[in-house]
């Protein structure tokens, strides 16, 4: 089993914010989080600081690898910093060989 987690500080939310499950939206400075692990990957924000996570709209998500779950996470900063009510990003996937 491979498992493995990202966390980034200090994003701070487009216009708009970020989609959450249990709060609706967020807006200003958050704490992105992406946990990789059964071949799936999990996305919770919180407010920088704060001590409740919230679900990240579009989470869970199927990832095959630890590495797309890297790209994942990095895809969700991107969105969470352009805002317009920000969800889990859909990553572009390669054609079978």
Known sequence: MSWASWT???VYTGRGGVLTDEAG????DVTVHTT???RE????VQYSGASD????SGSPVPCDSE???RDLHDAVVAAVREGKGATV???PTAPPL
């Open 8 to 10: 980034t500080a200090g």
């Open 25 to 28: 939206v967020l807006t200003g």
């Open 41 to 44: 990957a999990r996305v919770a």
């Open 89 to 91: 990003p859909t990553l």
């Open 36 to 38: 990789f692990a059964d």
């Open 67 to 69: 590495e797309e779950s």
């Open 53 to 56: 996570w919230f679900t990240m």
